[in-house]
């Protein structure tokens, strides 16, 4: 019985997902009071549905994934160069000193490759999971080291002063080392059963995706909404950011060579942003960023909408 509703789940993500986001956006909008809880549901949700996701993968093959040069090369060239200067075009409308919040906001999400649930949706769309996990620590880092120079480069020194890179740390530390040797742990002491309860999990993923989807919109809607004439400015950067980055990592996984899983992966990890991780980054700017933490919030939004829509078109392009 869970194996068939497990199918018909999976059949259905994309029409599930898009209820999850509707569902969190009624509520957040009904009951603005829900925002605290559920902002604290995120990081628990996300943890337990990277367990899931982890589980699922061996760890011999991580090691092996760690191998894979030019899948790593190729994710590094990616982000790190190829999105800064996707970044730098996009953000010359807003270096009036009217837009520095819309700026500042712009810079952390779009400059920060995410490291956590683009792991679960590249593993739902048949992309190489295990290989962008092998990845993820060196992405962490990379990040924490580059993200500082790029914004003393785009927004000027005084922002880079007020950062504090202590959620980066904690960010690492509970949604990635500790579900990580969760699933180890599991995977040893189940030994040669613990394929059952990885299939177990991997039934369980769909239903965890709705409620982290759930949840994230229904903490951030309402703070959103009420902002929404200036907030709505940036939509199109984020709108225009998803459609170029897809095809630069198609392009650039073509050129390396990459077999299809690895590809698939290029791509989602080109779009995807390091939102949820950099956002308590953003909220400990002094207040004349004030709109900045909002900015992060919306590209969310938008986001998990074009995650939602790639976990269906990205197996159709990418053969």
């Known amino acids: 019985m869970r194996t068939r509703l497990a199918t018909w789940m999976d059949d259905r993500q994309v029409a599930l997902y898009l209820g999850a986001l509707l569902v969190g956006g009624v509520v957040g909008l009904s009951v603005p009071s829900v925002a605290t809880p559920a902002e604290h549901a995120i990081n628990p949700a996300l943890g337990l549905l990277l367990y899931a996701t982890f589980l699922a993968v061996p760890f011999g093959r991580i090691g092996h994934a760690l191998r894979d040069w030019r899948f790593l090369v190729t994710v590094f060239v990616v982000n790190f ?65 580059l993200l500082p120079v790029w914004l003393r480069l785009f927004a000027g020194a005084g922002v880079v ?34 394929r059952f309860l990885s299939g177990l999990f991997a039934d369980l993923t769909v239903p965890l995706m709705m409620v982290v989807l759930a949840v994230v919109v229904a903490s951030q809607i309402d703070g959103v909404s009420g902002r929404w004439r200036e ?39 080109a779009v995807t942003r390091n939102s949820l991780v950099v956002l308590p980054l953003v909220l400990a700017l002094p207040a004349a960023y004030d709109l900045s933490p909002l900015v992060v919030v919306t590209q969310t939004l938008v986001e998990l909408l074009v995650m939602v829509t790639m976990v269906r078109l990205v197996p159709k392009l990418v053969r």
């Open 161 to 194: 002063e007020s950062v504090e890179m202590g959620p980066f740390i904690s960010a690492f530390i509970w949604l990635i080392v500790v579900p990580l040797l969760a699933a180890g742990i599991t995977q040893w002491a189940q030994r040669s059963d613990w």
């Open 231 to 269: 907030l709505v400015t940036v939509v199109p950067v984020y709108v225009v950011f998803s459609l170029v980055m897809p095809l630069i990592g198609g392009a650039a996984a073509r050129f390396a060579r990459l077999e299809v899983a690895s590809h698939r992966a290029v791509v989602f990890t």
């Open 81 to 145: 160069l190829c999105v800064p200067l996707v970044v730098w075009v996009l953000t010359r409308p807003f270096t009036g000193d009217a837009d520095r919040a819309l700026l500042v906001g712009l810079l952390f999400v779009l400059l920060a490759p995410c490291v956590d649930y683009v792991i679960v949706f590249t593993g739902l769309a048949g992309g190489a999971a295990d290989r962008l996990l092998a990845a993820t620590p060196l992405l962490m880092l990379a990040q924490m080291v």
